[in-house]
């Protein structure tokens, strides 16, 4: 989802916005008639973070080693790239209305959805602090930027969208059960939104694949974070020097690292539960899982294939996007959910 945070040593607040999870056409070479692939969705269906960027839409952020990318060259289609940094559920849904022509003859459609509409980019804005050294204890705020009370609110916001709530004095986020059942009435407001783009997306690509529509596969986010069991929790592995706070390690408290873990959870589960209502109607439908994701470590504030915040992340747009290393793990689990080529 692009957003872009570039980095700006002396405004805290355009060095933040770096840390944005911006979510952020294209043909590849293969047989004479090859089939279409329409890639939809935000930033991490574009591959922001992993420049120089595609031609195309000024932050957009469509990156050649992108998983639409990779997946597209692997098994030899034409690639319609049209995912974009920044992307909400109603903007991807708007790219489905200006590629209605390629989805019409698509034989493959992937997406990933609903991280802009939960701002990923607010929680880590209001949530982020810093820490001295990588075993301190006490997480510093940024004055006028992050701190308990912008956190609580933007958490409380991305919880509502999920049909959450957070328990007043334990801070934990609890998920009504209601929520997570097959009525569609007892949906949260976000699985609304999911399934209005996911019925849009079928009914556009119901002609494709000699008439049988093409395969729709929903790439679900990794999780972010690994479990945060300690008092702080670091997203970064070096300090970002800023005029607020010289040298200081990017961290959470490891109590809202927990909040932040279990609203990506729950988007995780919420979207899971979206498409499998579409399950009798379509079976052409699915969620693509990748379990062998490495999530940023809370102790070190590393991971092979998500970018932590850094200076050099803050300068390229990638904090919290996946690595080169990530778009691989997120293009095999793609292609393991597509039936063999022939």
């Known amino acids: ?76 289609l034409r690639l319609d790239f049209v995912a974009c940094a920044g992307a909400t559920v109603r903007e991807i849904a708007a790219q489905v209305g200006a590629t209605r022509a390629a989805l019409e003859r698509a034989s493959l459609v992937t997406l990933t959805a609903g991280g802009n509409d939960l701002s990923f980019s607010n929680l880590l804005v209001s949530c982020l602090g810093g820490v001295a050294t990588t075993t301190a204890t006490t997480v510093q705020y940024f004055s006028n930027t992050s701190g308990p009370t912008p956190c609580a609110s933007a958490v409380a916001q991305a919880a509502s969208l999920l049909g959450a709530s957070v328990e007043a004095t334990s801070g934990v986020v609890l998920a009504r059960r209601a929520m997570l059942l097959a009525s569609d009435t007892l949906a949260s407001p976000l699985q609304h939104r999911l399934t209005g783009l996911l019925r849009s997306v079928l009914a556009a690509s119901g002609a494709g694949n000699a008439g049988a529509g093409a395969r729709v596969l929903v790439v679900n986010y990794p999780m972010l974070l690994s479990d945060a069991s300690t008092a702080t929790c670091l997203v970064g592995s070096s300090p970002v020097s800023l005029s607020t706070a010289p040298g200081f390690y990017p961290a959470l408290p490891g109590a809202t690292a927990r909040q932040l873990m279990a609203i990506n959870h729950l988007l995780r589960i919420e979207t899971s539960i979206v498409v499998a209502r579409f399950h009798r109607p379509s079976s052409r439908l699915s969620v693509v899982w990748t379990p062998s994701f490495a999530p940023l470590s809370c102790a070190t504030g590393i991971s092979v294939d998500l970018n932590g915040l850094s200076v050099a992340s803050l300068e390229s747009g990638g904090s919290f996007h996946p690595t080169a290393s990530g778009q691989v793990v997120l293009a095999n689990a793609v292609r393991a959910d597509v039936a063999p080529a022939r």
């Open 1 to 76: 989802m692009k957003r872009s945070l570039a980095y700006r040593s002396a405004s805290l607040v355009a060095t933040l916005g770096l840390v944005a999870i911006t979510l952020a056409p294209g043909v590849r070479a293969g047989a004479a008639a090859p089939t279409i692939y329409v890639a939809l969705g935000d930033s991490y269906s574009s591959g922001a973070g992993l420049g120089p960027f595609l031609a195309g839409p000024a932050g957009c952020d469509r990156s050649p080693q992108s998983y639409p990318e990779l997946v597209g060259a692997a098994r030899r």
